[in-house]
C-alpha cells in the first residue's frame, strides 16, 4: 500500500453501500457514452488473505536458556574432572554463554520480523478490500444508471409527454439525495470532536500546506488535539479538513521517515504505531489521509485534489474537485521500513526537498504523539 494512504471508517462505509449516488454526468449522458464507460470497466480482482507465517512459538523460546542453563553447569564439571584452571573454564563458559545469546537473538529477531511483515501484509489487505468493495459499488452503481437510464429512454420514445416525464425523475433523484444528505449527517453526529489545540510546534512545509487547505476548504483546523481514552495522553492530527454541509471530518497526516533532531525513525511501515493511532480515529468516525512530507511539499494541489476526491466520493459534492480538476493525479510513493529511514536519515533524505524552506526550522519538527 503505497501513499497517500487513505481509510474510511467502517460506518462510512456501509452507509456508502446503502445509499450509492447516483453518477454525476447520469443526467446528460447519451448511449454512446456509456457503451464506452462499459468497455472501460475494469474487472474485479478477487483477493486472497495473507496466510499467517510459521514461526516459532514464545514458550519454545525458553528451550534455548534451558539448554544455555544445562550446559553453564554441566561445562564447569567436565573442566573440573578434566583438571582445567578456574579462568579456562570462566573463558569457556562465556564463550559458551555468547553463543547461547546470540543464537537467541537471532531467532528471535527472524520471529518478530516474521510477525511484523504478517501485520503489514493484514493492513494491505483490508485497505485493497476496502478500495476492491468501493470499485464493485462503483460497478454495480453504474450498470444501475446505465439500464435505468435505457429503460427511460425506451419510455420516453414512446410518450410525446417525455419532458415531463423526465423532470419527475430528476426531482424523485434530488428527494433521495436531500434524505441520504439529511441521514449523512445525522450519522456524523456521532464523530467525535477535538478537545483542544496541541501546543506541539510545527514545521515550515505544514505552515505552507495549510495555506493551500484553506484556499480550497471551507473549514480547516491545524494541530487539533484528541484525548485518548482511559489515558493521559492525547494525540494531535496535522490538520483536519470538515465538509460543513454534510459533518465528514478528514484526518490529514503528513508522515516524515525521521524525526528532524534526534534523526530517529518515524511512520516505519514495519511498526504499528500509526496503525494503532489510525484504527482509533476510525472508530471515532473519521477518515484518515496520510501524505509523504515530500508529497506535500512538491505536489499540494494534486495533495488537496485527493483529498477533494476522497469527499466526493462518500458526499458527492464535487465542488471542491471541479476547481482542481485540471491538476495532475498525486503520484504513488512507497513506504519506508526502519531499516530504510535510517539510511535516509544517515544521508539528510529530507533537506533534498526541504531546502527553500528554511532547512533548519523544517527539519527541527517535533514528530507528534
Known amino acids: 500500500m503505497n501513499y497517500p494512504i487513505v481509510f474510511y471508517p467502517k460506518v462510512v462505509m456501509q452507509f456508502c453501500h446503502q445509499y450509492p449516488l447516483p453518477e454525476a454526468s447520469s443526467s446528460c449522458a447519451t448511449s454512446s457514452q456509456l457503451q464506452e464507460t462499459q468497455q472501460f470497466e475494469q474487472p474485479v480482482v478477487l483477493l486472497t488473505p495473507p496466510q499467517p507465517p510459521v514461526v516459532l512459538p514464545v514458550k519454545l523460546l525458553w528451550l534455548i536458556w534451558v539448554f544455555w542453563l544445562y550446559g553453564a553447569i554441566a561445562l564447569p564439571l567436565l573442566a573440573i574432572s578434566w583438571g582445567w584452571l578456574w579462568w579456562e573454564m570462566l573463558l569457556v563458559v562465556a564463550a559458551y554463554s555468547c553463543l547461547i545469546a546470540a543464537a537467541y537473538s537471532y531467532v528471535f529477531g527472524c520471529r518478530q520480523k516474521l510477525l511484523s511483515r504478517y501485520k503489514q501484509q493484514i493492513l494491505e489487505y483490508k485497505q485493497q478490500e476496502i478500495l476492491s468493495q468501493q470499485e464493485i459499488l462503483s460497478q454495480q452503481k453504474r450498470l444501475s444508471q446505465q439500464e435505468t437510464l435505457s429503460n427511460k429512454q425506451q419510455e420516453f420514445s414512446s410518450f410525446k409527454s417525455g419532458k415531463e416525464e423526465l423532470q419527475t425523475v430528476f426531482k424523485s433523484v434530488k428527494i433521495d439525495l436531500q434524505h441520504r444528505n439529511r441521514s449523512f449527517k445525522d450519522l456524523m453526529s456521532l464523530r467525535v470532536t477535538p478537545n483542544g489545540i496541541s501546543q506541539a510546534r510545527q514545521g515550515v512545509s505544514e505552515q505552507r500546506f495549510l495555506q493551500y487547505l484553506q484556499q480550497y476548504f471551507e473549514e480547516v483546523v491545524q494541530a487539533a488535539e484528541f484525548k485518548i481514552p482511559s489515558s493521559q495522553r492525547s494525540y494531535s492530527a496535522d490538520f483536519i479538513v470538515i465538509h460543513t ?83 495532475p493525479d498525486l503520484l504513488s510513493v512507497k513506504p519506508w521500513t526502519t531499516r530504510e529511514a535510517r539510511a535516509m536519515a ?24
Not at 494541489?301 to 459534492?317: E, R
Not at 544517515?346 to 504523539?369: D, E, P
Request: some cysteine; charged content about 25%.
Open 346 to 369: 544517515k544521508s539528510n533524505y529530507r533537506l533534498t526537498y526541504l531546502s527553500g524552506f528554511g532547512v533548519g526550522s523544517a527539519c527541527n519538527r517535533v514528530s507528534k504523539f
Open 245 to 327: 454541509r454534510s459533518g465528514l471530518g478528514i484526518d490529514v497526516e503528513i508522515d516524515e521517515p525521521y524525526a528532524g533532531k534526534s534523526k530517529k525513525p518515524t511512520h516505519c511501515c514495519d511498526a504499528d504505531r500509526d496503525m494503532r493511532r489510525n484504527q482509533l480515529f476510525l472508530e471515532w468516525n473519521w477518515i484518515v489521509v496520510r501524505f509523504t512530507e515530500k508529497q506535500v511539499v512538491q505536489a499540494p494541489l494534486s495533495c488537496c485534489k485527493f483529498l477533494a476526491q476522497a469527499i466526493a466520493f462518500v458526499t458527492g459534492d464535487r465542488s471542491y474537485l471541479k476547481q482542481l480538476e485540471t491538476e
